[in-house]
T-cell receptor
């Protein structure tokens, strides 16, 4: 069963505007962590932001924020004030603390294109 | 964030030869490292979990005799692709766990990846 779903294969955003990348997940484990990674064309995976299932507030890291809606099982990434350098592939990921064996599961990814 | 170094970044080899890829955690100790394979325009596929001082745990469908993993120290794990064939050509990427506060928060940091081309 698909545990991490990213329904947007590609997204376009104008430079300096905000963009939301969608991610939904499926788990029965009450303790889990959600992650977003950025993969530029060079291939490296860059950690962006983390949200724990017990965290009361949405995570923020600079221009990145995670819109965590636990009841809907969604963890959308919001990038504010987009920059040309934000053009990359973005992966949503989840780790289940009790049942996942510390394995991180990745979604299919969303390719973001930032237009000048 | 923590730094994970992966070497080499790109390797071309002849069919039938073996290739070793190194993954090092530079500023933290990693009891657990992970090896992924990524095909073009696809997501990461976990190959195996490497635990320091013990045998690696391979995912279903991954040949352990073909993809040898050694995690001899807290900062180094190696993946050896034995008797490589063209179908093994892929992007291989390692990651290491940096334990934060509690088992839930530990972050996986990734190396830059190794692009393997088998001729």
């Amino acid at each position: 069963a698909q545990k991490i779903t990213q329904t947007q294969p590609g997204m376009f955003v104008q430079e300096k505007e905000a963009v939301t990348l969608d991610c939904t997940y499926d788990t029965s484990d009450p303790s889990y962590g959600l992650f977003w990674y950025k993969q530029p064309s060079s291939g490296e995976m860059i950690f962006l932001i983390y949200q724990g299932s017990y965290d009361q507030q949405n995570a923020t890291e600079g221009r990145y924020s995670l819109n965590f809606q636990k009841a809907r099982k969604s963890a959308n990434l919001v990038i504010s004030a987009s920059q040309l350098g934000d053009s990359a592939m973005y992966f949503c990921a989840m780790r289940e603390a009790n049942t996942g064996g510390f394995k991180t599961i990745f979604g299919a990814g969303t390719r973001l294109f930032v237009k000048a | 964030g923590a730094v994970v170094s992966q070497h080499p970044s790109w390797v071309i080899c002849k069919s039938g030869t073996s290739v070793k890829i190194e993954c090092r955690s530079l500023d933290f100790q990693a009891t657990t490292m992970f090896w992924y394979r990524q095909f073009p325009k696809q997501s990461l596929m976990l190959m195996a979990t490497s635990n320091e001082g013990s045998k690696a745990t391979y995912e279903q469908g991954v040949e352990k005799d073909k993809f040898l993993i050694n995690h001899a120290s807290l900062t180094l794990s190696t993946l050896t692709v034995t008797s490589a064939h063209p179908e093994d050509s892929s992007f291989y990427i390692c990651s290491a766990r940096d334990l934060g506060q509690g088992s839930q928060r530990d972050i996986q940091y990734f190396g830059a990846g190794t692009r393997l081309s088998v001729l």
